[in-house]
């Protein structure tokens, strides 16, 4: 069952094929197809992280013959990269002279960059194109997009319901081949709550043996027996089955940035092949850069991704087992590193929020951060009234009061 990720597999291609969203597919095409005539030169499309959003862009440009320009926005570094990439896409013809569609997805990720200008260089951007322009976001009533939004058609996608990706679930089983009950199908649509991506994802992990029961599903679910550390690491790293390897943390009492340190300080003595260790810091890396989008965008849907890629991905990084003992050991210096990495990260995140507030450069704001840990140390009120005006979070408040 290896190969291509079914998510890319099985990604619609047509219109007819985007489940539960037959509403808006319709706007959508009428936005393209007649976009000359529009009011508002984009579309914003909203919704939940795995109901459809992106793959309904690319199932449009398909059936309708039309160049998919993609950009993410949380890849965005300032304003001049921005024009550089979107405004040349938005000017010019594709290749062979055909239409295009413009994709912007993930606008959330775009707020809080050191340049500031990224969002008033979209909007321009929305003004000036000559190509329908699309974008996605998960809350478009965020203040700091107000700019953007007032020059956008906005569309709901609304939430997948089970039954919804029950369907889509048994269309893929059907096509691989899978032994399977549909009352497991069922329970695994249940458990992903409106989350399509994630239940064929987890589909995949899961039927790596050709079949799929209520019995598979039960041991995914079960979080009733502590297992320590050093026998979920036996799971991860003495296993090449990801649908063992994927339980592998679901009953340790640490959470999964602890479990990814754990890893991290083993991976080299268990993965003496250097491919087989570059693959799974690669996994480790995609999870970081889930972690840090939970962080960012509040997303925590994204925690299925991240224990997927600490557990069945690192496992299937190997192209065999390592037969030794490797004696575990908890981590030292890179827990030292890392707590190191998170104070500043966070003395840097308040920092750019003054720098935007108070239009200076973030190197000046962080010489001032101690005289704002002393206000929140000893001025409550005005503390208050600080973390609503720089719209800090719960975690930096905590910081500026430690």
């Known amino acids: 069952m290896g190969g291509q990720p079914w998510i890319k597999k099985y990604s619609p291609s047509r219109i007819s094929e985007v489940i539960g969203q037959d509403s808006a597919m319709s706007m959508i095409k009428e936005f393209v197809n007649n976009y000359k005539k529009q009011k508002k030169k984009a579309l914003l499309i909203y919704g939940a992280s795995g109901c459809g959003k992106t793959s309904s862009v690319y199932a449009l440009a398909s059936e309708l013959n039309l160049e998919i320009v993609e950009m993410n926005a949380s890849d965005f570094r300032n304003k001049d990269q921005i024009n550089s990439i979107a405004g040349a896409a938005s000017q010019q013809m594709s290749l062979f002279g055909g239409s295009k569609v413009i994709l912007i997805d993930e606008l959330d990720g775009i707020a809080g960059r050191q340049d500031f200008g990224g969002v008033a260089s979209i909007a ?13 976001i998960n809350n478009p009533y965020n203040k700091k997009f107000s700019s953007i939004r007032s020059k956008c058609e906005l569309l709901q996608f609304k939430e997948l319901g089970a039954n919804d990706i029950f369907l889509l ?3 893929i089983v059907d096509k691989e081949g899978i032994i399977h009950s549909d009352d497991s199908l069922k329970r695994l649509a249940r458990r992903n709550s409106g ?7 987890d589909l995949q992990i899961l039927t790596s043996e050709g079949k799929l029961d209520e019995k598979t599903i039960d041991e995914l679910s079960e979080r009733n027996r502590t297992e320590n550390m050093l026998q979920a690491l036996v799971k991860v790293f003495k296993s090449t089955d990801p649908s063992v390897a994927v339980s592998a943390f679901d009953n ?13 300080e083993n991976l080299p003595k268990e993965y003496t092949n250097p491919e087989d260790l570059a693959r799974a810091y690669d996994k480790l890396s995609k999870a970081d850069v889930f972690k840090r989008r939970i962080r960012r965008w509040q997303h925590w849907r994204f925690l299925v991704y991240i224990n997927s890629l600490l557990t069945a ?5 190997k192209d065999s087992k390592n037969k030794k003992f490797i004696p575990y050991k908890p981590t030292g210096r890179i827990l030292k590193m890392w707590w190191a990495k998170q104070k500043s990260m966070k003395k840097k995140a308040i920092a750019e929020k003054l720098a935007r507030k108070t239009h200076s450069s973030i190197k000046e704001q962080i010489k001032t951060i101690d005289y704002f840990k002393q206000i929140f140390k000893n001025d409550k009120e005005m503390a208050k009234q600080i ?7 719960k975690e930096e408040v905590a910081w500026l009061k430690k």
């Open 387 to 393: 973390a609503d005006y720089l719209d800090l979070d």
């Open 313 to 317: 991905g690192v496992a299937v990084s």
């Open 169 to 171: 679930l048994k269309r």
């Open 195 to 201: 989350d399509a991506r994630g239940a064929i994802n």
């Open 124 to 136: 321009k951007l929305i003004s000036e194109s000559k190509f329908p322009i699309i974008m996605t």
């Open 252 to 264: 340790v009492e640490e959470d999964l940035d602890q479990c990814a340190l754990w890893l991290d």
